[in-house]
């Protein structure tokens, strides 16, 4: 027996650090704009209440939710102009978040303010700006828009909202996480690369899929801007017709170990089909990518967490994308600047099969 093979190995000891006491900077979707409007809405995001509503200017703000004054929950209020009042109290709170009305006071106190979050409306979706610091938004962070939503050609979102209970970096893992795709989704990849540039993070792969690309190709470009909002654009076959569709996957933290997450599917209508015809292949079509997602969430719902995972060859890129997530939960200044050059991440297959 030769000397290497009588050293007794060591069990590898699974690592899972203490979670970070903040959340990511970033913008966060909160859903279909079109479900805000001047009733508020009660929000337990990032630890703690918030509310939302949608003022006489047409626009959504995002308060803090609780009261200062006494504690009471402001969801529970109405909404006056652009401002929403206190069911408890009466106290009334702008959209900047000062206190414009105390209706039994002479002098509002100069420390009546409450936290407001900046909002934009982009493809359909609300979204909200989330910085620990309190900074503006980042200009160049801004969700782009995807011309394809505003079409008469496609079909509009079909939008799905569930809780996961465990942290939100393990829904972040699958953009470099190439090696699931075959046992969980059965779809064997034969291109898989990671693409990262400041606050982006691109997985294009191509390959096929029992589920969403039949006998064909299923092919994928998926981009996440910032730590939460990720969009796709993949091509695959149902029922032997070619489809385009635009996937959504979006969360927001509830705590450092809950997240909601809204998955959302728009289809490229087919030419030459009816209105009906279309209805009912975007719906099968939408029904298989909820099927395929749901395989993931049943994952996420059953593992621990692994800090120190023990990686090989074939594995895409896990370290690096947990080194691009991590500037979201550090201040502006510390950002590393090594994600200002675009670099590429091929995963060789040809290894793979060797």
């Known amino acids: 027996m030769s000397e290497l093979a009588q050293v007794k190995r060591q069990p590898h000891i699974i690592q899972a650090e203490e979670l970070p006491d903040r959340f990511g900077r970033g913008w966060y979707c909160l859903g279909l704009a079109s479900e805000y409007d001047e009733k508020p809405v009660k929000l337990d995001y990032f630890g703690t209440r918030l509310v939302a509503y949608r003022g006489e200017d047409g626009e959504v703000h995002v308060l803090d939710g609780y009261c200062p004054h006494m504690g009471a929950d402001l969801s529970e209020g109405c909404v006056e102009g652009n401002s929403v009042r206190c069911p408890f109290h009466g106290w009334r709170w702008g959209a900047d978040g000062v206190c414009d009305d105390i209706p039994y006071a002479k002098r509002i106190p100069p420390k009546a303010v409450i936290r407001s979050y900046p909002t934009l409306e982009e493809n359909h979706l609300l979204f909200m700006w989330y910085d620990p610091e309190g900074g503006e938004p980042i200009a160049e962070q801004r969700p782009p828009r995807i011309d394809d939503l505003f079409s008469p050609e496609w079909t509009t979102w ?23 795709f075959a046992p969980v989704h059965g779809a064997p990849i034969n291109e898989f690369k990671n693409i990262v540039h400041k606050h982006t993070y691109q997985q294009v792969l191509k390959g096929g899929s029992e589920r969403l690309a039949e006998d064909g190709e299923l092919t994928s470009v998926a981009t996440y801007y910032g730590p939460a909002y990720m969009t796709t654009y993949m091509t695959g076959q149902v029922e032997g017709v070619f489809v385009e569709s635009r996937l959504l996957v979006t969360h927001v933290p509830k705590t450092h170990n809950s997240f909601d997450l809204r998955f959302g599917v728009a289809v490229k209508k087919m030419a030459g089909m009816s209105d009906e015809e279309n209805r009912e292949m975007a719906k099968l079509y939408t029904q298989q990518n909820r099927e395929a997602f749901f395989q993931d969430v049943h994952i996420w719902h059953t593992k621990t967490r692994v800090d120190n995972p023990v990686l090989c060859d074939g594995d895409g890129p896990v370290n690096r994308l947990r080194q691009w997530y991590k500037q979201f939960f550090v201040d502006r200044d510390e950002v590393p600047s090594t994600f200002d050059e675009r670099k590429e991440y091929v995963v060789d297959y040809h290894l793979r099969s060797a």
């Not at 996961?164 to 699931?180: C, G, K, P, Q």
């Open 158 to 180: 079909q939008m799905d909202l569930m809780t996961i209970n465990t942290n939100s970096r393990e829904l972040i893992d699958n953009m470099a996480d190439v090696a699931h």
